[in-house]
């Protein structure tokens, strides 16, 4: 059988001395969308940036398309076929929007096609306007689109999104719904962090919810009604 | 004759080319400094010591070698860029998790321990270094005579330095720099080699103080502690620029140059402390320095 796409087995992570991480464990098939649910502080952002090798200390197993990444530093994990966006954006403000875009290098071994400039242009119009405004004029819609775009031109074919829904208009949360279920239908593969359920919820086809740095509830997205009450237990704050 | 102030205009000019010659060499190692600040956000106190190393290089290139000044100009910054390497990789690169004051401590060390190196073999007093054929003599401007080798050096520098910025701000590899300077973690999360590019950012800071000391090697004198005389002067003018700022430390290198050479002229028992002076007023009016941000 075909290896999944990212694969946790009992992962611990640490920043630091605080222990953050208590042996998770899950797997992203390929071409399938999961999202990380759960409350702030439960470990989830924590969980993306572990399978990046950003966090401190990690100990267990994550494997990236059946290759064990535990020893690897980040700029090699990353080149397993990885494209990040971290939860603040991480638009560099010293960068034009071009620089931004242009800044991370094509993959060394792209799984997916990697997306053309005039491409990423077409999807996103408004970066087209704004090419050479520094990255943090854009608006906050606009950054996100930014942060999204500049991981297709690498040729990952593994997103890791974290709260992209976060602090933007509805109509933009909209949109990046919409290009969610796009990169969906062109395979690709997505993990990503979500407060934001109802953003979520049509997006998935499986469910993980984080509760102390572990999981504490999983579940495809067709049990999502029958679940929904032990889920809002779990969501509740 | 002319006056300005009642100061003979061509005295006022040789102290203001002279400012101007102070003032590149403030500007390359100040340069090297704050591109080093701005990714490692180490001080790198061996700076002096690598500049002085630079000079002496080309010295022996000469002496031992018979290698000429500008052979020496570009071997230099090439083996100075390689200890560079060794240094961030052997020891540097342990220390950046701890406290500013270990690598600043540690760098302090190499410093004493060049100069040391170089004190023990060539002693304390300077040798001297001829100024190469092409650029002997001085040519007559009318108003001024300048010797060409001085202008060399105002040009060679500002032409290094303008380079050295064109990189970093105008092309792709300048913006993984910057990007690298703002948030190195993500930018290594895009699959870029990060502590390669450190370990050559360092390199390629320490080659430009080489630079510097070639330069510096036929007009003053090459000595064990050369190093030393500037790198205060050049640490102040990073605080009055700003630290991590490129164009803001080529500007203030150059612009104190000039400022100390007509205190020369003007009240010459203040040239000394002016850079100072200047420090003490920046800090008080521009805390983060002249084109510093607040952070």
Redesign the interface.
Same mark, same amino acid.
């Given at each position: 059988m075909e290896s999944p796409a990212i694969e946790l087995s009992d992962v611990h992570a640490w920043y630091g001395e605080s222990h953050i991480l208590h042996g998770i464990s899950l797997s992203v098939q390929k071409g399938q969308v999961l999202t990380l649910l759960g409350r702030n502080g439960a470990g989830r952002t924590t969980t993306l940036r572990a399978i990046m090798g950003l966090t401190g200390e990690r100990r267990g197993s994550i494997k990236v398309h059946g290759v064990e990444t535990i020893g690897m530093p980040t700029h090699t994990i990353a080149h397993l076929g990885l494209g990040y966006c971290p939860e603040e954006r991480g638009i560099f403000a010293s960068l034009t929007t071009e620089e931004n875009l242009r800044l991370p290098p094509l993959l060394s071994t792209p799984r997916s096609t990697p997306m053309s400039e005039e491409a990423i242009y077409t999807m996103f119009p408004n970066l087209a306007e704004r090419r050479q405004s520094p990255g943090t004029r854009l608006s906050g819609g606009e950054q996100q689109m930014l942060a999204v775009a500049r991981i297709l031109r690498t040729g990952a074919d593994i997103l890791l999104l974290d709260e992209i829904s976060e602090g933007l208009a509805p109509v933009i949360v909209q949109a990046l719904a919409r290009m969610i279920t796009t990169l969906k239908a062109q395979g690709f593969t997505i993990l990503m962090v979500e407060q934001n359920f109802r953003f979520a919820a049509p997006l998935a086809d499986y469910f993980i919810v984080v509760e102390h740095g572990e999981v504490a509830l999983s579940f495809p997205a067709v049990e999502l009604a029958t679940k929904q009450a032990e889920l809002d237990v779990l969501l509740s704050v | 004759m002319t006056d300005l102030f009642g100061i003979p205009l061509p005295a006022l000019l040789s102290q203001l080319l002279l400012g101007l010659v102070n003032g590149s060499f403030y500007a390359m190692l100040s340069l090297g400094l704050a591109v080093i600040f701005g990714l490692l956000n180490i001080i790198n106190f061996a700076h002096g010591a690598l500049y002085m190393m630079g000079a002496f290089l080309a010295w022996m290139g000469l002496e031992y070698l018979g290698l000429n000044y500008w052979v020496m100009l570009l071997l230099a910054p090439l083996v100075v860029g390689v200890l560079g390497i060794f240094i961030e990789r052997l020891l540097l690169q342990w220390l950046y998790k701890l406290d500013h004051i270990y690598s600043l401590l540690l760098t302090f060390g190499i410093t004493l321990v060049l100069e040391g190196i170089f004190r023990s073999f060539y002693g304390s007093s300077g040798q001297q270094y001829a100024v190469p054929d092409a650029l002997q003599g001085a040519t007559n401007l009318g108003f001024m005579v300048l010797p060409n080798y001085r202008a060399w050096v105002v040009v060679a520098s500002i032409t290094v330095c303008l380079a050295v910025w064109a990189l970093i701000e105008k092309t792709?590899l300048g913006?993984?720099l910057?990007?690298g300077?703002? /948030?190195p973690?993500? &930018?290594?999360?895009?699959?870029? /080699? &990060?502590?390669r590019m450190i370990t050559l950012t360092y390199a390629g800071g320490v080659a430009l103080a080489a630079f510097a000391g070639v330069l510096a090697a036929p007009i003053l004198q090459v000595t064990a502690l050369m190093g030393s005389n500037l790198i205060i002067v050049v640490f102040a003018v990073v605080v009055i620029g700003g630290m991590g700022s490129i164009l803001g430390s080529i500007l203030t290198g150059l612009g104190l140059g000039v400022i100390e050479g007509l205190t020369k002229v003007f009240y010459p028992e203040a040239s000394s402390t002016v850079v100072f002076v200047v420090m003490a007023i920046v800090l008080l009016v521009r805390p983060a320095g002249l084109f510093g941000k607040e952070k």
């Amino acid at each position: 059988m075909e290896s999944p796409a990212i694969e946790l087995s009992d992962v611990h992570a640490w920043y630091g001395e605080s222990h953050i991480l208590h042996g998770i464990s899950l797997s992203v098939q390929k071409g399938q969308v999961l999202t990380l649910l759960g409350r702030n502080g439960a470990g989830r952002t924590t969980t993306l940036r572990a399978i990046m090798g950003l966090t401190g200390e990690r100990r267990g197993s994550i494997k990236v398309h059946g290759v064990e990444t535990i020893g690897m530093p980040t700029h090699t994990i990353a080149h397993l076929g990885l494209g990040y966006c971290p939860e603040e954006r991480g638009i560099f403000a010293s960068l034009t929007t071009e620089e931004n875009l242009r800044l991370p290098p094509l993959l060394s071994t792209p799984r997916s096609t990697p997306m053309s400039e005039e491409a990423i242009y077409t999807m996103f119009p408004n970066l087209a306007e704004r090419r050479q405004s520094p990255g943090t004029r854009l608006s906050g819609g606009e950054q996100q689109m930014l942060a999204v775009a500049r991981i297709l031109r690498t040729g990952a074919d593994i997103l890791l999104l974290d709260e992209i829904s976060e602090g933007l208009a509805p109509v933009i949360v909209q949109a990046l719904a919409r290009m969610i279920t796009t990169l969906k239908a062109q395979g690709f593969t997505i993990l990503m962090v979500e407060q934001n359920f109802r953003f979520a919820a049509p997006l998935a086809d499986y469910f993980i919810v984080v509760e102390h740095g572990e999981v504490a509830l999983s579940f495809p997205a067709v049990e999502l009604a029958t679940k929904q009450a032990e889920l809002d237990v779990l969501l509740s704050v | 004759m002319t006056d300005l102030f009642g100061i003979p205009l061509p005295a006022l000019l040789s102290q203001l080319l002279l400012g101007l010659v102070n003032g590149s060499f403030y500007a390359m190692l100040s340069l090297g400094l704050a591109v080093i600040f701005g990714l490692l956000n180490i001080i790198n106190f061996a700076h002096g010591a690598l500049y002085m190393m630079g000079a002496f290089l080309a010295w022996m290139g000469l002496e031992y070698l018979g290698l000429n000044y500008w052979v020496m100009l570009l071997l230099a910054p090439l083996v100075v860029g390689v200890l560079g390497i060794f240094i961030e990789r052997l020891l540097l690169q342990w220390l950046y998790k701890l406290d500013h004051i270990y690598s600043l401590l540690l760098t302090f060390g190499i410093t004493l321990v060049l100069e040391g190196i170089f004190r023990s073999f060539y002693g304390s007093s300077g040798q001297q270094y001829a100024v190469p054929d092409a650029l002997q003599g001085a040519t007559n401007l009318g108003f001024m005579v300048l010797p060409n080798y001085r202008a060399w050096v105002v040009v060679a520098s500002i032409t290094v330095c303008l380079a050295v910025w064109a990189l970093i701000e105008k092309t792709s590899l300048g913006a993984t720099l910057r990007a690298g300077t703002e /948030n190195p973690k993500l &930018v290594q999360a895009f699959g870029i /080699n &990060v502590p390669r590019m450190i370990t050559l950012t360092y390199a390629g800071g320490v080659a430009l103080a080489a630079f510097a000391g070639v330069l510096a090697a036929p007009i003053l004198q090459v000595t064990a502690l050369m190093g030393s005389n500037l790198i205060i002067v050049v640490f102040a003018v990073v605080v009055i620029g700003g630290m991590g700022s490129i164009l803001g430390s080529i500007l203030t290198g150059l612009g104190l140059g000039v400022i100390e050479g007509l205190t020369k002229v003007f009240y010459p028992e203040a040239s000394s402390t002016v850079v100072f002076v200047v420090m003490a007023i920046v800090l008080l009016v521009r805390p983060a320095g002249l084109f510093g941000k607040e952070k």
